[in-house]
């Protein structure tokens, strides 16, 4: 099944606005993490919530997490023409000494 | 954050060769690495966990004598390709972790081309 799926899978928004991307998962988790990638490069870590927690901010980023619904969601505040990427979650779900699990990602266009 | 490193950035090799991707973390010990593909407009998929000192763990589908990791040292992860065929074309993609739970701090990537 597939583990940290994420919706949209596009959005385009005006430069200014508010993005917000959703993701779903099936099993436990220990911690779920949001990245970035700009196109054909690596991956910028954004920010890592743990189990535990209910919601985290950094700086422009506010990510929530349900664990009885198992999903998160990722706002991004403000959006800047730079924050146009694509967006991943990722879980851990397998006691976070393994690799992690992937959604499809949302691709983010931020129109100037 | 951590940095981590990869080399080569991009590599063209012909059908057939092998070819050798390394991962380095430049101020951490990364006590695992991992290995990701990365095919175009698709997420990443992880191949395999390797721990310094151990045999990496690979991932259902993924052929181990195709893709051998070694994991020598606190900062160092290889994967060499081994007689790549122009399907194995893909972005590769590392990422290191100081410990289990923690968060892991992902290179830059390796694309590679196989004709």
């Known amino acids: 099944s597939q583990q940290g799926e994420e919706d949209p899978q596009a959005l385009s928004i005006q430069e200014g606005e508010n993005a917000t991307m959703n993701c779903s998962y099936k099993?436990?988790?220990?911690?779920l993490q949001w990245y970035r990638q700009n196109s054909g490069r690596g991956l910028v870590h954004l920010i890592l919530?743990?189990?535990?927690?209910r919601e985290k901010h950094s700086g422009r980023l506010r990510v929530t997490l349900d664990t009885s619904k198992k999903s998160s969601s990722l706002l991004i505040t403000a959006s800047r023409a730079a924050d146009t990427a694509s967006y991943f979650c990722?879980?851990?779900?397998?006691?976070?000494?393994?690799?992690?699990?992937f959604g499809k990602g949302t691709h983010l266009i931020i129109q100037p | 954050g951590a940095v981590v490193s990869q080399h080569p950035s991009r590599v063209i090799c012909k059908s057939g060769t092998s070819v050798k991707i390394e991962c380095r973390s430049l101020d951490f010990q990364a006590t695992t690495m991992f290995w990701y593909r990365q095919f175009p407009k698709q997420s990443l998929m992880l191949m395999a966990t390797?721990?310094?000192?151990?045999?990496?763990?690979?991932e259902q589908g993924v052929e181990k004598d195709k893709f051998l990791i070694n994991h020598a040292s606190l900062t160092l992860s290889t994967l060499t390709v081994t007689s790549a065929h122009p399907e194995d074309s893909s972005f590769y993609i590392c990422?290191?972790?100081?410990?289990?739970?923690?968060?892991?701090?992902f290179g830059p990537g390796t694309r590679l081309l196989v004709l």
């Open positions: 390797s721990n310094e000192g151990s045999k990496a763990t690979y």
């Open positions: 099993t436990s988790i220990n911690n």
């Open positions: 990722a879980t851990d779900g397998r006691g976070g000494a393994d690799g992690l699990t």
């Open positions: 919530i743990r189990s535990n927690e």
């Open positions: 990422s290191a972790s100081a410990g289990s739970g923690e968060t892991q701090y």
